[in-house]
């Protein structure tokens, strides 16, 4: 297949885009590098520097190396905080990309596109773990975004044919060898914890420790990006094959609670990884775990990191590798 990915230099984009190479498949990333890191493509896809906000510039990648068997879309803003903050860069900007994007798609007649979608369209779930069938509550302006794009792709398909795939990730985390995770500012769990493990941080803050769960902590559900990365190609090739459009939960379906996952680390790096409870964070929901029957029953998925150690152990090795992150 010859795949388009948008938001390809960043960290789910880049895992999938060397995933799809080792799988044989030829990629054009198209990335504005404003998140995305250069070094984190692999030199055998062809890389184009661009916004999707620019459509003369999105116009000219679709001309230039199509056509294409397929479209996967990263690219979007991707934090539930900052777009509590800032709702004008999800239900503006990340919207309007996203729909440009789809735009190109149908124009130049690619039959199939994966839309990066998220668990924070479910911010009350009633049956936990979370199947595709439960009822959607945005808990954020990011979760709203993501839930305007799955219903524009359902308008795309009705009018122009187009099939699709929206996944749903619970929480991506992990690295690969040489692809990482390097956000900035980072705002995520483990590699959070991981920089108190470098010395660069000098305690983690567990947000909250009244939740109703067994220890009080959150609990999500931690899914490697090496597995997420295979569940993007194994729903591509369904929908270039000729299947239908679908939905997707993607996530281990086990949860791990903030204190579970602050003591695997402690096992994997060796170091105390002083923690200290501080107040909930607004908008966090007490349990997300996914069902994700759907995807293992049709496509035959099978997370290959099933155990949270071996997940941040996987992180460890990248983070002591590139401790502070791609630039340096
Ligand atoms: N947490 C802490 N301390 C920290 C950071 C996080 O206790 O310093 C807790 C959070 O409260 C939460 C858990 O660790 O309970 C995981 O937090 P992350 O920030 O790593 O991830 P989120 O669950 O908030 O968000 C993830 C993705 C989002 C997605 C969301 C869906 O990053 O893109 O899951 O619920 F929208």
Redesign the pocket.
């Known amino acids: 297949m010859r795949v388009f990915v948008a938001g390809g230099a960043g960290y789910i984009g880049s895992v999938t885009t060397a995933a799809l190479i080792e799988a044989g498949h030829s990629v054009v990333v198209f990335d504005n590098l404003r998140q995305g890191h250069r070094q984190a493509v692999q030199q055998q896809a062809t890389f184009v520097q661009g916004d999707l906000l620019d459509t003369t510039a999105l116009d000219q990648a679709f001309r230039d190396h199509g056509p294409f068997d397929g479209v996967m879309n990263f690219a979007s803003h ?4 900052e777009s509590m903050q800032h709702p004008e860069y999800y239900l503006r900007d990340s919207v309007s990309a996203g729909i440009n994007l789809l735009t190109a798609t149908v124009q130049y007649k690619v039959p199939a596109f994966i839309l990066s979608s ?6 009350a779930p009633e049956t936990i773990p979370i199947a595709e069938t439960e009822r959607i509550v945005p ?2 302006p ?2 709203e975004m ?1 839930w305007w794009m799955e219903r524009a792709l359902g308008w795309y398909e009705r009018i122009f044919g187009l099939r699709y795939g929206a996944l749903r ?5 992990g690295c690969t060898p040489t692809i990482g995770e390097d956000h900035d500012p980072e ?7 991981l920089q108190v493990a470098l010395g660069q941080r000098e305690q ?5 420790d009244d939740y109703p769960t067994r220890d009080g ?4 559900d931690y899914i490697h990006v090496l597995d997420l990365a295979a569940a993007h190609i194994l729903t591509l090739e369904a929908l270039v094959a000729g299947g239908a459009s679908r939905h997707y939960n993607l996530g281990n379906g086990s949860g791990f609670t ?1 204190k579970e ?1 602050i003591d695997a680390a402690r096992k994997v790096t060796g170091h105390p990884i002083p923690a200290q409870v ?1 107040e ?2 607004a ?3 007490a349990v ?1 775990i996914a069902a994700a029957d759907t995807i293992r029953r049709e496509l035959g998925w099978q997370p290959a990191y099933t155990s949270i150690e071996a997940i941040i152990a996987s992180a460890w090795e990248w983070h002591r590798q590139h401790p502070h992150g791609y630039a340096k």
Do not use: M
């Open positions: 991707t934090l539930v905080g998220t668990a924070n369209l479910f911010d808990g954020s990011y979760g993501k990730y619970f929480n991506a985390c705002t995520h769990l483990i590699p959070l914890i983690i803050s567990i947000f909250g902590t959150c609990v999500r903030v996952v501080v909930r964070r908008g966090d929901p997300l």
